[in-house]
């Protein structure tokens, strides 16, 4: 019987609102173990800090470990740098700023209209969910539908308003990484990888983030 094999280091992975661990199938480090961290039900009222932290301490991540934060994900990884600080902060799709959220997210939830939405909205406008994440091939688009599909409508209510109360400030040391052709998400001022992709790139264009940080992570260890 084969050993299970041993790893330099612990990644835990936050995928985005409506996303699970499928988003990180692309994903590949050599040396690291990904682990994903399975969202939890949000309490009536939680703020997103409130939220993280005991997402956090559900999770008890391992002393050394990194974090990859996509989207929505992104917001909660800072939050957990806060609580403890981790080797490595990368943050895919995301902002520590709401501002650069783009309009059409922001509306709903100041209208008070986010008690509205459901993921089948999206399922049944497949064709402009794929322009706003950016899956063009047919496995791309098949997977995203499936991921929509399966979104638990309460939490997407419950995060839409939670990030728009969000208040945060740039960790230093984080790692950017962005899609040019992001159209939920303007880019923060300090990209580090600026990939070809949209919203969904952390899927779409894995690899090529996967060899990134595979290089940058190596780099920051010596």
Request: charged share 25%.
């Amino acid at each position: 019987m084969s050993e299970a094999p041993t790893y330099q280091r612990k990644i835990y992975c936050i995928s985005g609102l409506g996303v699970d661990h499928r988003a990180f199938l692309r994903i590949t480090i050599a040396d690291a173990e990904l682990i994903h961290v399975p969202w939890i039900p949000a309490e009536k009222g939680e703020s997103l800090q409130t939220y993280a932290k005991r997402l956090y301490d559900q999770t008890q991540p391992d002393c050394n470990y990194s974090i990859i934060g996509v989207s929505f994900g992104g917001m909660i990884a800072q939050e957990w740098s806060k609580i403890s600080a981790p080797r490595h902060l990368i943050l895919i799709s995301s902002t520590h700023e709401p501002n650069h959220l783009r309009s059409f997210l922001k509306v709903p939830g100041k209208l008070g209209l986010n008690r509205l939405l459901h993921p089948s909205i999206a399922v049944f406008f497949s064709p402009i969910s794929n322009a706003l994440f950016g899956a063009k091939t047919k496995e791309d688009k098949h997977l995203l539908r499936a991921i929509l599909r399966d979104t638990d409508p309460k939490f997407l209510r419950w995060a839409t308003g939670a990030l728009l109360q969000w208040n945060s400030e740039e960790i230093k040391g984080a790692i950017y990484i962005h899609g040019r052709n992001d159209k939920m998400i303007s880019a923060p001022e300090k990209v580090d990888l600026e990939t070809d992709g949209g919203h969904f790139t952390v899927y779409t264009q894995g690899d090529e983030i996967s060899q990134f940080l595979h290089r940058i992570l190596k780099a920051k260890s010596n």
